[in-house]
């Protein structure tokens, strides 16, 4: 009988390995905004933009910031999001922001470390018919255990074609104000 348990429990132990081992999922998006590729940059480099882009975002609070001698921007925020089937829950990101190659890469480990995140923002002026703009690609890696990984990248890939849609309702709104709203370059 003890055997019989112990098998048991054995069994149920590589069972939970197997689900809860990480794998990697990648995707990659590009969408074309007709805004020139500074003002594009400076929205998505700003976290408190976040609220207004990724649908799951609920706030930003940023704990930390600071711009090197190249003008490379670093900071550290705390996300609140809320997603669907699993709750409210906060995390900490890191980004930075090189204005120089224009693109932001941000880092999180999500739901107690069980997902890492990494997100990297590359913006480049574009033509599209006859208009000029930017197109913005977004990579992402992230790491999910086996048992979330359907779930987790198919909420992934679903809110950043959402993100990139509201920013380009976001950059009409910008364009018109922007002495108004780009709250992060007040330092």
């Given at each position: 009988?003890?055997?019989?348990?112990?098998?048991?429990?054995?069994?149920?132990?590589?069972?939970?390995?197997?689900?809860?081992?990480?794998?990697?999922?990648?995707?990659q998006q590009k969408k074309f905004i007709g805004h020139d590729p500074d003002s594009v940059f400076r929205v998505l480099?700003?976290?408190?933009?976040?609220?207004?882009?990724?649908?799951?975002?609920?706030?930003?609070?940023?704990?930390?910031?600071?711009?090197?001698?190249?003008?490379?921007?670093?900071?550290?925020?705390?996300?609140?999001?809320?997603?669907?089937?699993?709750?409210v829950f906060n995390y900490t990101a890191t980004s930075l922001a090189d204005p120089h190659r224009l693109e932001i890469?941000?880092?999180?480990?999500?739901?107690?470390?069980?997902?890492?995140?990494?997100?990297?923002?590359?913006?480049?002026?574009?033509?599209?018919?006859?208009?000029?703009?930017?197109?913005?690609?977004?990579?992402?890696?992230?790491?999910?255990?086996?048992?979330?990984?359907?779930?987790?990248?198919?909420?992934?890939?679903?809110?950043?074609?959402?993100?990139?849609?509201n920013l380009e309702m976001l950059m009409e709104f910008v364009s018109g104000n922007e002495n108004d709203i780009l709250?992060?370059?007040?330092?």
């Amino acid at each position: 009988m003890l055997s019989y348990i112990g098998l048991i429990g054995a069994s149920l132990a590589v069972i939970a390995y197997i689900l809860l081992q990480s794998t990697e999922v990648n995707f990659q998006q590009k969408k074309f905004i007709g805004h020139d590729p500074d003002s594009v940059f400076r929205v998505l480099k700003d976290p408190n933009y976040l609220t207004d882009l990724h649908p799951l975002v609920r706030s930003i609070y940023v704990e930390s910031q600071r711009i090197d001698a190249r003008d490379i921007e670093y900071r550290e925020f705390i996300v609140t999001e809320d997603v669907r089937h699993v709750g409210v829950f906060n995390y900490t990101a890191t980004s930075l922001a090189d204005p120089h190659r224009l693109e932001i890469n941000t880092k999180a480990a999500v739901m107690h470390g069980l997902a890492h995140v990494n997100v990297t923002q590359r913006l480049t002026k574009a033509r599209e018919g006859s208009a000029v703009g930017t197109m913005v690609e977004v990579t992402a890696k992230m790491h999910f255990p086996y048992v979330l990984v359907g779930y987790c990248n198919r909420t992934a890939v679903e809110s950043h074609i959402q993100l990139l849609k509201n920013l380009e309702m976001l950059m009409e709104f910008v364009s018109g104000n922007e002495n108004d709203i780009l709250v992060g370059d007040e330092e």
